[in-house]
T-cell receptor, first 117, second 114 residues
Framework: ETGVTQTPRHLVMGMTNKKSLKCEQH?????MYWYKQSAKKPLELMFV???????ENNSVPSRFSPECPNSSHLFLHLHTLQPEDSALYLC????????????????FGSGTRLTVV | DAKTTQPNSMESNEEEPVHLPCNHSTISGTDYIHWYRQLPSQGPEYVIH???SNVNNRMASLAIAEDRKSSTLILHRATLRDAAVYYC???????????????FGKGTKLSVIP
């Protein structure tokens, strides 16, 4: 375990379903991230939360809806997904400090393997 | 984030040292050099980072060229568990738009031969 826990590890859902991915960290970090990794493509940043406020949304379709109720938990709510949304969804956390991010490493979870049928 | 260039793949014999190169000719003076690796079926794992001086930790060493336009990740004795994709990433030190981005490229796939 890395300190970032993602559940479930695997998820199969139909295109009309609604599901949620959960991420939890107890590292004392105050920034959390959702990444998408499709087959044979680089990781793509989806959303960033810093101090529980969304600070970046990289043109992600509205069928993906993030939620960060506190600095330890992050959710990704899914509805009416498409088969091309099948991918590995990764959560990460880091310590967001005043003055910049460059010196801070990210801790990733093991991901949720999502299959949309 | 500025662009990095890495070889697509490399091979190493087990228990031999491995030098993974990264070119970043457009690096700015405030960019940190980060390395991550991703083992099969897992999320990326932080390996090491540095700014100007060479860095060592329990996992690896990072050698940074004097002009900072290239760096090398050094695994001192490769094991089968080191087989992974290794990513070299530049991170801006300052706050501001995009400063939260950790932009992954394709990385170098390292194979370790028993």
């Amino acid at each position: 375990e890395t300190g970032v826990t993602q559940t479930p590890r695997h998820l199969v859902m139909g295109m009309t379903n609604k599901k949620s991915l959960k991420c939890e960290q107890h590292l004392g970090h105050n920034a959390m991230y959702w990444y998408k990794q499709s087959a044979k493509k680089p990781l793509e940043l989806m959303f960033v939360y810093s101090l529980e406020e969304r600070v970046e949304n990289n043109s992600v379709p509205s069928r993906f809806s993030p939620e960060c109720p506190n600095s330890s938990h992050l959710f990704l709510h899914l509805h009416t997904l498409q088969p091309e949304d099948s991918a590995l969804y990764l959560c990460a956390s880091s310590q967001a400090s005043w003055g910049g991010q460059g010196a801070n490493g990210y801790t990733f979870g093991s991901g949720t393997r999502l299959t949309v049928v | 984030d500025a662009k990095t260039t890495q070889p697509n793949s490399m091979e190493s014999n087990e228990e031999e040292p491995v030098h993974l190169p990264c070119n970043h000719s457009t690096i700015s003076g405030t960019d940190y050099i980060h390395w991550y690796r991703q083992l099969p079926s897992q999320g990326p794992e932080y390996v090491i980072h540095g700014l100007t001086s060479n860095v060592n930790n329990r996992m690896a060493s990072l050698a940074i060229a004097e002009d900072r336009k290239s760096s090398t990740l050094i695994l001192h004795r490769a094991t089968l568990r080191d087989a992974a994709v290794y990513y070299c990433i530049l991170r801006a030190a300052y706050s501001g738009a995009g400063s939260y981005q950790l932009t992954f490229g394709k990385g170098t796939k390292l194979s370790v031969i028993p």
